[in-house]
């Protein structure tokens, strides 16, 4: 059985590690247009700072461990169309164009950056991080950048003011409306942002109307306000990139993503889409949901993989939300839904909010009418990762609140910390 794979993000590299582990005798060749190893994304920004990216690869999915796992890969190679009866696709590579046959096509073709379509987006100075190449390249430009404007404030666009902000660049957030509007309740938001350096300049509620230059960037309108720069980077989320999926013929959702059922499937006979290019639908009330997450990509992946190469296995965690970063000293960690994304599904939902001041936390829980938790935020100083595990063990256990607290009693906490570190305590 010959199984393609469009794409070696972590969707289809997931996919077709999964697929080899399903089937030994099968074909598994990915076809990307990128040429480096597979690589975090979470450290993307990292790139900007040190060009030796070396420790950001993921040896799993490096060129060897492919290799030694029988599975192909065609790099620098770009599918440009293909035909779901004759079961083809067209590639354009190093060696040309060709015709790649399929049994079992995967799809697994990410985001592109969502720019707003506004004056001057194309000018020199103006950048986009989707790739660690487009990262390299903000790095090379960095010594004649006093002044950044980074426009976006989710997990990535914070990541990437922090980095620049540690090289002492000038460093300009702007947010059009406050910090996560979709992931954190506003109060999380406020505490965010009274955890950032006072230096950071700031603009909440604004959106950019142009970029200026002569030739190239010098500067960010705001409305009223023009921010003088000497680079603008859109970290304003992804769309689906369904140019592929189009071209066959493939369903695409009301939310522009490629609609799949639970294993992946799309619309065509023994074709598969996972990662950032589909959308799916949530666990909780049935409706359309794109989730542009790494790692549910790789889980997506995995399902896709596990199906094509003719297995009947079936995850359950594929839907799984866990975001987790250390930003600015600050843990961030969000679980399932705010309120704003439910209100999106038109679930009714309540927020609790609780205070831990041994560990400078701060939690939002979110509860569904009958108490159940759907999901939860954490921002504070440390040990915001295991608050969030705490929170998504009890998202995915489907607990009550009220039957299951989120946090013991602090006198608990310390008997059992103290017992565990100098015995018990009679
Ligand atoms: C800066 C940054 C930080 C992030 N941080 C996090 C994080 O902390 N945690 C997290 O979970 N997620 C994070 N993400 C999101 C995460 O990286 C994405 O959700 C994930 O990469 C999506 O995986 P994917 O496999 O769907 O697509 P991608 O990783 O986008 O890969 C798409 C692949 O498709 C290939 N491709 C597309 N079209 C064609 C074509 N026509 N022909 C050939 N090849 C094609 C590309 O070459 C590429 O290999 C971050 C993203 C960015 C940009």
Redesign the pocket.
């Known amino acids: 059985m010959k199984i393609l794979i ?9 996919a077709a590690v999964a697929a080899r582990m399903f089937n030994a005798k099968s074909e598994i060749t990915i ?4 040429t480096l190893e ?1 690589h ?6 990292m790139a900007i700072e040190f060009p030796d990216t070396s420790d950001l690869g993921i040896e799993d999915w490096s060129f060897a461990a492919l290799s030694k796992k029988r599975i192909s890969i065609m790099t620098g ?4 169309d293909g035909d779901t009866k004759s079961r083809q696709i067209q ?1 354009n590579g190093p060696k040309g164009t060709s015709t790649l046959k399929y049994d079992r096509l995967i799809i ?4 592109a ?1 969502a720019v707003p379509d506004i004056q001057g987006k194309t000018l020199p100075g103006v950048f986009t ?3 660690m190449a ?2 390299s390249k903000i790095g090379q430009q960095l010594s004649g950048m006093n002044s950044v404007a980074v426009v976006g404030a989710g ?2 666009g914070l ?2 003011a922090e980095r620049l902000h540690s090289l002492d660049k000038s460093v300009h957030l702007i947010i059009r409306s406050r910090l996560m509007r979709k992931q954190l309740e506003e109060p999380m938001s406020v505490e965010l942002q009274s955890r950032l350096p006072d230096d950071l300049n700031i603009h909440l509620g604004k959106s950019p109307a142009s970029v200026i230059g002569k030739k190239r960037v010098e500067g960010l309108v705001l409305g009223d306000d023009t921010i003088t720069c000497d680079a603008v980077l859109f ?1 304003t989320g ?1 769309r689906p ?1 369904t ?2 999926a189009e071209k066959l013929g493939i369903s695409i959702g009301q939310l522009g993503g490629i609609v799949v059922d639970a294993t992946m499937k799309t619309s065509a006979n023994d074709v598969f889409a ?5 959308e799916m639908k949530d666990s909780l009330t049935g409706k359309p949901l794109l ?8 889980r ?2 995995r399902q896709a993989g596990v199906i094509a190469a003719g297995g009947t296995k079936l995850y359950s965690d594929i839907l799984r939300r866990f ?3 250390r930003i600015f000293d600050t843990d961030i960690a969000v679980i399932g839904h705010s309120s704003t994304t439910a209100n999106q599904m038109a679930l009714t939902s309540r927020v609790h909010y609780l205070e831990d001041s041994t560990e400078f936390a701060k939690m939002a829980l979110i509860t569904s009418d009958d108490g159940r938790l759907i999901g939860g935020q954490v921002i504070s100083s440390r040990m915001g990762a295991r608050l969030g595990y705490e929170i998504l063990e009890r998202v995915e256990s489907g607990a009550i609140l009220d039957e299951k607290p989120l946090l013991r009693p602090r006198h608990e906490r310390l008997r059992e910390y103290l017992e565990s570190t100098f015995g018990p305590i009679r």
């Open positions: 469009i794409g070696y993000g972590p969707g289809g590299a997931a076809i990307t247009e990128e597979s975090k994304k979470p450290g993307a920004s190679t770009h599918v440009t590639i697994a073709t990410g985001g950056p991080i989707q790739t487009d990262t997990f990535s990541e990437t970290m992804v990139n140019e592929i996972v990662g950032d290019c589909v989730l542009p997450i790494g790692s549910v990509a790789a997506a992946g975001q987790y970063d």
